[in-house]
């Protein structure tokens, strides 16, 4: 039977986002349509339905859990807030609001008007009626990667001198390059000024980086040293500032070698300060794009293209090809484009993408120093072992990108790239040596992200597994369908599945689930996660539990379909292979563009899924959609 997971996913919104979703709407749609009349978009016909099953208890005079939107007062905040729209039409149109206990209910002639004039909302949405909006993308620093890699490809440092910078917060989409969590604490200038100083010891102690950085001839040095450090210091300028750079913005650096000359004549010790300077210049230590007074929004230059670019594959600065380009005014060139972006992902430097997008995205980023499984539990889990999980996700990923596979193979791949300490970790003989290599896998519960020791280690307790965090990993990082937190009164479920009674993890979790509070989040979660109970803590296979019972992987989702082991699941989540597709769309255009995406970005991501089709699902197609993606490609005076 073919499962209706795009039904399921609809219900798994706990009732605290549905009383969320019913309050605002409640509140803010009468102001809404007093200010909305002539719109043709806005979707008053609604406001009715609401306000005659909703507005009592989420009201002006009753918001129930402290719950208001009384500032939300304008149609555009009600295209901002399409997904919510989405999710109360879904609900009501599936009878799961009102809630059952409710005195009164819509009968199908008010449940077709309220979601009849939310679907036209949402239909101009993604269709693109609405006029085209690039987004504008706060100013925004370099995150602690990104500053590493761009002082490795500036000056040939092999060390991270960003190592000790504070960790970057997350934005909106889960990204650490989000521009609007990127400002610059006080405290972080001071550790900018030591990177930059043990960054020029490392390129002066170093006879072949010095010989690099400083590249005029010993005759441009003694017969016009002054025209001399201009040449270094222009060279090093317009690649540390990303672009060409003025003869002002080189004059005060000839300045400061200027008076370091007169203090002692020696050409290389002159150009150490200005050099150092580079690297706490604003306009390095910033991605920073020019405006247009005046204009809605304009095209980037080629310059500013070519780093969006370098940093949404490489989260480096472009290197001299792609500064070429630039200069050339070529690089939005459609054959010009997609060509160097074939380029860069063959390069060893896209494995930043692997790392960065994909380990924050699917999560493998949290087993660096996140993870702990515990120790007298699972000795098992050595340094070696924690590696090798890792760096065979970046394995995987890479090849997915490098290799252009297509999409699917996130959820169902017939390999793996294994050593011999993980192959033994996975049950799977005939590996050998210590370096990861692909490898054929007859068993099809290995394989793709679920079978990955990676996420099977994140997504568990320190002493067992948790279906819970599994089921929502599934939801929220495959499905893009995050459920709601659970309520402050939930109650907690025990750390360890070992259980006096004898009782198995699962019956002590069905347990928890009776309660009325719990049930009807958990029968949402809890199948998706019990289906990856044959994987351990640690991520091996196992039959049967700690309590000495079987394991007991079947499972039975909301809309009836029945499974019993992650391969069964793996081809049920692949019947949905457009959500999962649309979602990996989704993420990537947000890792891109640095922000967290908005209404008005539904067409692109339509059109982005609509192009990965034709070509297959292949990961380089939706890649170079993206490149030349409106959003891309373009700037907004406002978000």
Request: hydrophobic share 40%; aromatic share 8%; net charge positive.
């Amino acid at each position: 039977m073919k499962c209706k997971i795009s039904h399921f996913v609809t219900l798994m919104f706990g009732m605290s986002l549905r009383l969320a979703t019913l309050s605002w709407l409640a509140a803010a749609w009468p102001c809404l349509v007093s200010q909305a009349a002539a719109d043709p978009y806005f979707p008053r016909d609604a406001v009715p339905v609401l306000r005659k099953y909703c507005y009592e208890c989420h009201g002006e005079e009753k918001q129930e859990a402290g719950i208001a939107f009384h500032n939300l007062l304008n149609t555009d905040q009600a295209l901002r807030s399409h997904k919510l729209l989405a999710k109360i039409a879904e609900q009501m149109e599936n009878d799961d609001m009102p809630p059952f206990e409710a005195d009164d209910f819509p009968d199908d002639s008010e449940k077709l008007l309220l979601t009849q004039s939310i679907d036209h909302l949402l239909n101009v949405i993604r269709s693109g009626k609405l006029p085209k909006t690039a987004g504008r993308v706060t100013i925004r620093r370099l995150n602690r990667n990104e500053y590493n890699y761009t002082v490795r490809d500036l000056f040939g440092v092999n060390f991270q001198p960003g190592k000790t910078f504070p960790a970057d917060a997350s934005g909106g989409e889960g990204f650490d390059n989000t521009a609007d969590t990127l400002f610059l604490p006080p405290v972080l200038m001071e550790s900018y000024l030591k990177a930059a100083i043990r960054v020029m010891d490392a390129v002066y102690q170093s006879d072949s980086l010095r010989k690099k950085v400083i590249f005029v001839s010993a005759a441009e040095r003694k017969n016009s040293p002054r025209q001399a450090a201009r040449k270094v210091l222009s060279y090093h300028a317009a690649l540390a500032f990303r672009r060409k750079v003025e003869d002002a913005e080189i004059d005060p650096l000839l300045a400061t070698f200027d008076a370091r000359m007169k203090q002692e004549p020696d050409f290389e010790k002159a150009l150490r300060t200005p050099l150092t300077s580079l690297l706490v210049n604003p306009k390095f230590l910033f991605r920073i794009q020019h405006d247009e007074p005046g204009k809605k929004q304009w095209p980037l230059n080629d310059f500013e293209l070519a780093t969006r670019l370098s940093y949404f594959l490489w989260s480096s600065m472009p290197d001299p090809e792609l500064f070429k380009l630039a200069n050339e005014g070529k690089l939005r060139d459609p054959g010009v484009l997609s060509g160097q972006i074939r380029r860069m992902l063959a390069s060893k430097k896209s494995t930043a993408m692997a790392r960065h997008f994909a380990g924050q995205w699917i999560g493998f980023e949290e087993l660096i120093d996140r993870a702990e499984p515990d120790k007298k539990r699972f000795p098992q889990f050595t340094r070696s072992l924690r590696a090798s999980m890792y760096h065979e996700s970046v394995a995987f990923f890479n090849h997915l990108i490098r290799e252009n596979r297509p999409v699917t193979e996130l959820i169902d791949a017939d390999y793996a790239f294994l050593n011999a300490e993980l192959a033994a970790h996975y049950g799977i003989p005939g590996v050998t040596g210590n370096q990861l290599r692909k490898v054929a896998l007859s068993d099809r519960n290995r394989g793709g992200i679920i079978g990955m020791g990676s996420v099977l280690v994140t997504t568990s307790l320190p002493l067992r597994t948790s279906p819970v965090k599994r089921g929502t990993w599934i939801l929220s990082t495959i499905l893009g369908s995050a459920p709601p937190p659970p309520p402050p009164d939930a109650g907690e479920l025990p750390a360890d599945d070992k259980s006096s009674e004898g009782l198995s993890f699962r019956k002590q979790l069905e347990i928890h689930r009776s309660k009325a509070k719990c049930a009807s989040c958990h029968a949402k979660i809890d199948p998706l996660g019990f289906g990856l109970e044959n994987y351990d803590p640690i991520g091996r296979w196992r039959s049967v539990g700690v309590n000495g019972q079987a394991v007991d992987s079947a499972a039975e989702l909301p809309d009836g379909t029945r499974f019993s082991s992650p391969s069964e699941l793996k081809s049920i989540l692949m019947q949905d292979k457009d959500k999962i597709a649309r979602n990996l769309c989704r993420k990537m255009l947000a890792y891109a563009l640095g922000r967290p995406l908005e209404y008005y970005d539904e067409p692109v991501v339509s059109d982005l899924l609509k192009t990965i089709k034709t070509k297959d699902y292949h990961m380089q197609a939706l890649i170079i959609a993206i490149a030349e993606s409106h959003p891309f490609q373009n700037r907004s005076s406002t978000r």
